[in-house]
């Protein structure tokens, strides 16, 4: 053997490529498109936060924070929990700081699926589910979706689909992983649906790991439910969010996982050997503006401003439009559109819309492992309304 070769190995995730999102957002650099692709804001976050950590940082408070996270934030969490959704999670025993969303999935996962163990996910799903399942040991199970369609035949919105989770569940389930609001088509769960998935588990050994990294964008003056609000699932439930969604920070990656002590327990020895612990500064930035409510309860009016404008825009041109309860994602069929692109595969509209139209998107198949075409493609509305302006005026000339 050459001394100079890298030895071979077997990739430990044969299946992953470059993403879609990497794919979409380096085809609308190249083509100078408005990229309402990948999910960020492209407006800043508000200054009082950054002066916040910006002060943290000037007081020295840079070195190694407690592996749980600093207690002025875990505070703070367990108290906007239990005033949003009624339920007391400990701020030592129950709450975990996380460099992001991602991070808190992939370690809630790696703490609890041994390998040959299943974990259904419900697709189209995001994307960073199924690798984390993979490098588990664990065996994906996935659902889809239910389509509805209108009489002629056009995608009109999503359904949970109940039969095929009750008949994926068995004694080999350890996890089932659901995400309200959900990524990519925002839809969002309701009440029963919380009571219908604690009848399905209530006498097996299923955990639940809720993605709720969307919580606080929920429109139309409806409530986000999260399993914390349910105490019979929130006794065998990761509940994971996100800083960087709720405050316009997409790039700092902190973020956090409630979970009753005894997955916490077993959460922590992974996350102790993952990352240890999250960076300081904006720990502390983030405590001190957590502890004004009026920072994430503006939310959903921010948003749903956004949402309605970029609707009406829509509604002027052909696309159909599904319903956007939640997330800052608005889907499209674009098979109603009359051009010969309306029947090119998610993936080529998108890169043609890229192109063509410069305006990119992100194709709805690739939340889903085996190719699903329905014809519904991803716009993010977390833009400035003159982002959104321009985008409109170059979607309106289809
Ligand atoms: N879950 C979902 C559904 C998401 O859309 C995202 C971000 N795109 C995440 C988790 C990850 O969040 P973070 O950036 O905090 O890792």
Not at 235 to 247: H, Q
Not at 369 to 398: P, W
């Amino acid at each position: 053997m050459n001394p100079l070769e890298t030895p071979s190995f077997p990739s430990r995730l044969p299946q992953v490529e470059t993403t879609i999102f990497t794919i979409m957002s380096a085809l609308a650099a190249k083509h100078e498109a408005i990229n309402l692709g990948q999910g960020f804001p492209d407006f800043p976050c508000d200054r009082k936060l950054i002066a916040e950590v910006n002060a943290a940082m000037l007081a020295d408070r840079n070195q190694y924070p407690p592996m749980i996270g600093i207690a002025e934030l875990r505070n703070g969490i367990s108290q906007k929990i239990k005033n949003l959704y009624g339920h007391h999670y400990d701020a030592d025993a129950d709450i975990t700081i996380t460099a992001g969303g991602t991070q808190g999935i992939l370690t809630a996962v790696l703490a609890c699926v041994s390998p040959g163990d299943e974990v259904i996910i419900i697709e189209p799903a995001y994307d960073s589910y199924r690798p984390s399942i993979a490098l588990a040991g664990g065996k994906t199970i996935s659902v889809s979706l239910n389509v509805v369609r209108d009489e002629i035949g056009q995608v009109a919105s999503y359904q949970i689909p109940w039969d095929a989770l009750a008949n994926a569940i068995n004694p080999k389930t350890r996890l089932i992983i659901i995400n309200t609001p959900h990524n990519p088509t925002g839809m969002v769960w309701d009440k029963a649906d919380l009571d219908r998935l604690a009848n399905l588990v209530r006498n097996t050994s299923a955990l639940i790991l809720s993605d709720e990294v969307y919580e606080h964008m929920v429109y139309d003056g409806a409530q986000h439910h999260s399993v914390a609000s349910h105490p019979e699932l929130a006794a065998r439930s990761f509940l994971i969010s996100s800083f960087g969604k709720t405050y316009h920070v997409t790039g700092w990656k902190v973020g956090y996982v409630a979970a009753p002590p005894a997955l916490t327990k077993e959460f922590r020895k992974v996350h102790q050997f993952n990352v240890f612990t999250v960076n300081t500064p904006m720990q502390y930035g983030l405590a001190s503006y957590l502890s004004d409510a009026e920072h994430y309860l503006n939310l959903p009016a921010f948003y749903q401003a956004k949402r309605d404008f970029f609707r009406a825009g829509l509604s002027q041109t052909k696309f159909k439009l599904l319903p956007t309860p939640g997330t800052y994602f608005q889907c499209v069929d674009y098979s109603s559109l009359n051009i010969p692109q309306s029947k090119l595969s998610e993936v080529d509209f998108c890169k043609w819309l890229t192109t063509e139209v410069g305006v990119a998107a992100i194709p709805v198949s690739a939340f889903y492992e085996q190719i699903t075409e329905s014809g519904v493609i991803r716009f993010c509305f977390a833009k400035q309304d003159q982002t959104l302006t321009n985008a409109l005026q170059r979607l309106q000339t289809l």
